[in-house]
C-alpha cells in the first residue's frame, strides 16, 4: 500500500515547464536613462544577479549626485518646455501608448521581472505586469479629466517628482508612481532599488518607443546614496517614496522645512483575522495567499494570522497540509509557487528573526521542501502559539514566515490585531458581511480586505497610517497627492 502511494505521488509529480529566456534581448550594461537616452554614469557601476542562481544578469551604472542633477534638469527642462504645455488628451495618449506596448511587451517584461528579482513567473506574468498595463490605462483616462479630481478646477502639476522605489515588486511599483505623476502633468526623476533594476530599464525602452519627450521620465540607477541624493535635490518639487520606514524616516528628516511634498508608502504587519463562521477552506487559501505571495515580500502582507481558538488547530493543520503541495524552486519554472528571496541580505534578516521567534519560545513548523543548492531560499514557515510580544508578532519579517496568534471575542481580534505600531493592512474572514462591516470600521489599516486578501486594483486608494506611512496611491487620491488644490496654488510649490 505505502508502494502504492509513493508511485501515485510520483505520477502526481509536475514535469519542469521553464518559460524561455529567448524572448529577452539583454544588454551586457546598462546605462543611466536621462533625456530620453542611455548615458554613463560616474558613479561605481554594480551587477545585477539573479537570487535564484547567483549569476551576474547585467552590468549597471550608479548615478552620482552630479548625474542626479543632470536627471533632475532634464526633468524641469521638459516639464517647462513640453510637458506642462501640453493637454490633458495629448499627455493621456501617451500614458495609453506606454500601456499599451506594456502589454504587447507583457511576456518580456514578465520573465525579466522573475530573473532579477526571484519571483515566480506565474505571478509576474499574471498579476505584476497586468496590473502594470492596467495602473497606465486607468492614469491615462484621467489625465484629461483633472477638473474632477475633487480638487477645484484646473488643478495643477506639483513640478518635479523624484521618486525612490523597492525591490519586491520592481515595475508595479514603478507604474504605481510614474503613471498618476504623468497624468497629473508631473515629470518623473525615478530610483528602482540597486537589486531590481532590470524591468525599469526595459520600460525606459518602451518610453523611447512610445515616443515619450525626452526629460519627461528619467531613470537613475544605484544605491541608498543615489536616492539620498534624489530627495534632497533642491529642485525637487515632490517626493514619492515606496519602502522600509527606517529610510522613510530618514528621508522625512531630510526634507522637512523645505516645502516639497511627500509621500510615503511603508512597511506593515497585518492582521488576517479568521473567525469561527469563515468559510475555512477559503480562508486557508486567502492566508496562503496573504503570507505566501511573492515569498512573504509584501509590505501589506498578511503576516499575523489571528485565528479564533476553537477553530485554531483545524485552521493550523489545514495550512500545513496546503503549504505541503507548495512548489518550491527555479522562478521561471510555470509550476512554481515559492521563488527565490531577492537577497542575501534579506535571506539573513528573515533567518535572523524567525531563530528569534524560536527563541523566544513560538513553535516553529517548515514546510518540507528541496532547497537549491544555488541561490537565495527560504521554505514556508508557520510559528504557533506566537505571544502578542513577541518580536515575530511586532517586526516586519518580509519573507514567507507566517505568525499565528488565538483569539476568543471580536474585541480581542481587534485589540491584537491593532496592537502595532504599523497600520497598512488586514484581512477579515466570516460568514457574516455585519460582522465584517463592525470589525472593519474598528481596525486602524489603510486598506482592508473581507474574504480575500491580497487583491489590488488602480482605481482603489493603498496606503497606511502610524509607522506604515502617510499619502495614498490608486484612484483619485492618488492624483491628489501630484497636483496643487486650487486653495494651495498661490502658496509657494
Ligand atoms: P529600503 O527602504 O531599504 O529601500 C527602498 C529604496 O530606497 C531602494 O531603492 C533604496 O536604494 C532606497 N534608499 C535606501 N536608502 C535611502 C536613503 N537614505 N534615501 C533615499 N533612498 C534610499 O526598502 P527595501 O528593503 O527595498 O523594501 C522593503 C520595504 O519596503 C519593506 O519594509 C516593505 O514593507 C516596504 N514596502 C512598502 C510598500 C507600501 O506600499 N507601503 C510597498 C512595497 C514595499
Known sequence: MAKEIANTTSFLEYAPAPESTSILHLKKSYGLFIDGEFVDGHGQSFSTISPATEKKIAEIASANTAD??????????????????????????????????????????????????????????????????????????WADKLDY?????????????????????????????????????????LKPAETTPLSALLFAEILQQADLPPGVVNIVTGAGETGAA?????????????????????????????GKKVTLELGGKAANIVFDDAPIDQAVEGIVNGIFFNQGHVCCAGSRLLVQENIHEE??????????????????????????????????????LSDIGEAEGADRWTAPCVIPENGFWFAPTIFDNVETSSTIAREEIFGPVLSVLTFRTPAEAIA??????????????????????????????????????????????????????????????????YLKSAATQGAKK
Do not use: C
Request: glycine share 10%.
Open 68 to 141: 542626479v542633477d543632470t536627471a533632475v534638469s532634464a526633468a524641469r527642462r521638459a516639464l517647462d518646455k513640453t510637458w506642462s504645455k501640453m493637454s490633458g488628451a495629448d499627455r493621456g495618449k501617451y500614458l495609453f501608448r506606454i500601456a499599451r506596448l506594456v502589454q504587447e511587451r507583457a511576456r518580456e517584461l514578465a520573465v525579466a521581472e522573475s530573473l532579477d528579482n526571484g519571483k515566480p513567473i506565474k505571478e509576474s506574468r499574471d498579476v505584476d505586469v497586468p496590473l502594470v498595463a492596467a495602473w497606465f490605462f486607468y492614469y491615462a483616462g
Open 149 to 189: 479630481a475633487g480638487l477645484g478646477a484646473n488643478p495643477r502639476s506639483l513640478g518635479v517628482a523624484a521618486q525612490v522605489i523597492p525591490w519586491n515588486f520592481p515595475l508595479l511599483m514603478l507604474a504605481w508612481k510614474i503613471a498618476p505623476a504623468l497624468a497629473a502633468g508631473n515629470t518623473v526623476v
Open 230 to 258: 534624489l530627495v534632497r535635490h533642491p529642485d525637487v518639487d515632490k517626493v514619492a517614496f515606496t519602502g522600509s520606514t527606517g529610510v522613510g524616516r530618514e528621508i522625512a528628516k531630510a526634507i522637512a522645512g523645505t
Open 315 to 352: 485552521v493550523v493543520d489545514r495550512l500545513k497540509q496546503r503549504l505541503s503541495t507548495l512548489r518550491l524552486g527555479d522562478p521561471l519554472d510555470k509550476n512554481t509557487d515559492i521563488g527565490a528571496i531577492n537577497s542575501r541580505e534579506q535571506l539573513e534578516r528573515i533567518r535572523t
Open 416 to 481: 491584537k490585531a491593532n496592537n502595532t505600531p504599523y497600520g497598512l493592512s488586514a484581512g477579515i474572514w466570516s460568514d457574516k458581511g455585519s460582522k465584517i462591516l463592525a470589525v472593519a470600521d474598528k481596525l486602524r489599516a489603510g486598506v482592508i480586505w473581507a474574504n480575500t486578501f491580497n487583491r489590488f486594483d488602480p482605481a482603489s486608494p493603498f496606503g497606511g497610517y502610524k509607522e506604515s506611512g502617510y499619502g495614498r496611491e490608486g484612484g483619485r487620491h492618488g492624483l491628489a497627492a
